[in-house]
């Protein structure tokens, strides 16, 4: 059974930072490519953040430069730091593992991520 748990969202001021985790399950994590999206109210769910099986990573043009999307194969975790907080950043965080060559595509629960004063 494939499980993609997100951890680590909560409410924060703007210019404050988090720790997003996604504890992977149910499929060899290691062939898979991670990523994170967001969902903000009344918008359509937009890529953040990806890092490829042998770890090459890629961001979104607003966060690059504040987020970080890294991996821990040995823990079947992917992580996304998020430093210098906006309030355009409050949005639910969706972790996404997806693999071409088999043609599949998991999706967390997601974690709320709220950035206000």
């Known amino acids: 059974q494939v499980q993609l748990v997100e951890s680590g969202g909560g409410l924060v001021q703007p210019g404050g930072s988090l720790r997003l985790s996604c504890a992977a399950s149910g499929f060899t994590f290691s062939n898979y490519r991670m990523s994170w999206y967001r969902q903000a109210p009344g918008k359509q769910r937009e890529f953040v953040a990806v890092?490829?099986?042998?770890?090459?990573?890629n961001y979104e043009g607003s966060v690059e430069g504040r987020f970080t999307i890294s991996r821990d194969n040995s823990k079947n975790t992917v992580y996304l730091q998020m430093n210098s907080l906006k309030p355009e950043d409050t949005a639910v965080y969706y972790c996404?593992?997806?693999?071409?060559?088999?043609?599949?595509?998991?999706w967390g629960q997601g974690t709320q991520v709220t950035v206000s004063s």
């Open positions: 890092v490829s099986a042998g770890g090459i990573v």
């Open positions: 996404n593992a997806r693999s071409l060559v088999r043609g599949v595509n998991y």
